[in-house]
């Protein structure tokens, strides 16, 4: 197997070692403070966004180095699995955003502003591995997901 010289950057250890310890430090901060918040209109809610806005950038980078990290390891059934939802990427979120309209909205379970932290960080988990879940089942049948296939035949429409 072929590896790419880019995953052994530099950049991507120091990702790893500073920008994600950062990251993570800076938004659970942030998080912290956007929880003392009373109302929705009040200082310490902007300080928790202004701080998550912030410090996001260096989670993000961090995670990006474990990402290169972990993707220097040899292939997996895991690795597969992501790897063929993450070429349906379109079918996959549309999929979440209908799962969460579903659940959220009031022509589904009406469940907008009822659930605490935990109960939709769950929520959210499970929807995503039933959206790449769904996508990467389909595209180990078919050539591209169903989103794909209809977003090529409109961008082609008339060039064929």
């Given at each position: ?131 790449i879940g769904f996508a990467s089942l389909w595209r180990s049948r078919f050539e591209r997901g169903p989103m794909e296939v209809l977003l090529r035949r409109w961008t082609y429409l008339g060039t064929r």
């Amino acid at each position: 197997m072929r590896r790419c010289a880019a995953a052994r950057s530099p950049i991507w250890r120091r990702s790893r070692r500073i920008f994600l310890p950062v990251g993570l430090v800076g938004s659970a901060a942030g998080a912290w403070v956007l929880g003392q918040a009373s109302v929705m209109i009040d200082p310490e809610m902007l300080i928790g966004m202004v701080l998550i806005t912030l410090f996001g950038p260096f989670a993000s980078a961090g995670y990006i180095g474990l990402i290169a990290r972990w993707a220097e390891a040899p292939p997996s059934a895991t690795k597969t699995f992501l790897a063929r939802g993450g070429t349906a990427t379109l079918t996959a979120y549309l999929t979440q955003s209908l799962i969460f309209s579903l659940i959220f909205n009031a022509y589904g379970l009406g469940l907008f502003g009822s659930l605490g932290v935990a109960a939709c960080t769950a929520i959210a988990f499970l929807v995503a591995l039933v959206s790449i879940g769904f996508a990467s089942l389909w595209r180990s049948r078919f050539e591209r997901g169903p989103m794909e296939v209809l977003l090529r035949r409109w961008t082609y429409l008339g060039t064929r």
